[in-house]
């Protein structure tokens, strides 16, 4: 059907290396750079804002405990049956969410910011750019492990796993749907870098990034192999619906009171 065919292969061993009974693993090696890239972006922002750089530290000791709670209890509900029948993979198992890693690094981050008494919104604000370039470096782990691997296809485009320690099923063209999720990262990347000197009051650019983010999650999920959740949707899409739900109502909002707020000044000043 097609006369040209884009066949990428990856014959990458997810394992770097394995020192002793320690497996040093591209994907925890992507993760840890991503963690870096959104503390120092944020640490950069928050200087350059003329916060004190400690509070973006501060507030990454938070969020980054909860990220990773959150992105493994996700993913533990998603495979609950599996873990069921095998509960002691529960505590030092493999397998992680990235909407999971967002939810609860955010809730934790907002605790901490209590707890501190941090400017929460104006640092998120800060944050989301670099959290997004993190998800991003992130699914460069996800494409070597092979995790999120896409539908089988037919089609022009796919790729291809064949080193024998890869998740996705080794010799069967898959869609790139992890390719589709890395360049609406780049593409909610570059919206958030237009968005973050106009979009007001502190917080509304975190909400714009996780309702685009998020937004794009649901669409390409439906390119990505994986058993429905609810309603025929993965559980992914579940929560991204869910997410949206409440973001999309709070930035409506936003806008319609920072222009009536603007209309407020304006009819003052005359």
């Known amino acids: 059907r097609y006369k040209e065919k884009v066949l990428v292969t ?39 804002a003329g916060i004190p750089g400690d509070h973006a530290y501060t507030l990454a000791m938070w969020a980054i405990p909860g990220g990773i709670v ?16 095998n509960p002691s993979s529960i505590i030092g198992g ?16 907002w605790i901490g910011s209590r707890v501190h008494k941090l400017p929460f919104g104006r640092l998120v604000d800060m944050a989301a750019p670099g959290l997004v370039l ?52 780049l593409a909610v990347f570059a919206a958030l870098l237009m968005l973050r000197r106009r979009l007001r009051p502190d917080g509304s650019l975190f909400l714009a990034y996780l309702a685009m983010y998020n937004t794009g999650r649901f669409f390409i999920d439906f390119y990505r192999a994986g058993q429905p959740w609810l309603f025929g949707l993965h559980q992914a899409q579940i929560l991204a619906l869910l997410v949206l739900a409440v973001t999309i109502p709070l930035l409506a909002a936003r806008v319609r009171w920072q222009g009536a707020q603007s209309v407020g000044d304006a009819a003052a000043s005359n």
């Not at 959150?70 to 069921?84: E, P, T």
């Not at 022009?156 to 589709?180: D, E, F, H, K, R």
Request: charged fraction near 10%; charge should be neutral; hydrophobic fraction near 50%.
């Open 134 to 185: 993190a998800q991003f470096i992130g699914r460069i782990g996800c494409t070597i492990n092979g995790d999120s691997v896409g539908l089988q296809t037919s089609g022009p485009l796919a790729i291809i796993y064949t080193n024998p320690n890869s998740y996705a099923p080794l010799g069967v063209p898959t869609l790139p749907a992890v390719w589709y999720e890395m360049a609406w990262d």
């Open 10 to 48: 990856i014959n990458i061993d997810p394992t770097i290396v394995h020192v002793g009974g320690f497996a040093i693993r591209w994907y925890s090696l992507m993760i840890m750079l991503a963690a870096l890239v959104g503390v120092l972006w944020t640490w950069r922002a928050a200087k350059k």
């Open 94 to 109: 493999q397998g992680e969410a990235i909407i999971g890693a967002v939810l609860g690094g955010t809730l934790s981050a």
């Open 70 to 85: 959150g992105s493994r209890l996700v993913h533990i509900l998603d495979q609950f049956g599996y873990y069921a029948s």
